[in-house]
């Protein structure tokens, strides 16, 4: 039986591995985790998918109970983060 994970994804999940894999102050990621989530604009969801993506290929390296641990959890984010509506950010 397979588990669709991104149905499983809440906002607030999505945020705390953004904040976990994200590339540093300046990364796509870290600007999703620290606006609440909000994918601002399809060229930023553009970016979280390239970041996400590296990230998932980063894992070869990692062993394999933590690959097997860490891939679902960026899978659903990138889910999540393909299936999010632009929101328009309010200053």
């Known amino acids: 039986m397979t588990t669709d994970h991104s149905r499983l994804l809440t906002r607030a999940s999505a945020v705390s591995i953004a904040h976990q894999w994200h590339g540093g102050g300046g990364s796509p990621l870290y600007r999703f985790a620290s606006h609440g989530g909000l994918v601002l604009s399809e060229k930023d969801r553009v970016a979280l998918v390239a970041e996400i993506l590296g ?28 299936a999010q509506y632009v929101e328009e950010f309010v200053k």
Do not use: T
């Open 55 to 82: 990230d998932i290929a980063g894992l070869e390296g990692y062993p394999s109970e933590e690959q097997a641990r860490e891939a679902p959890k960026l899978l659903a984010l990138l889910e999540f983060v393909e």
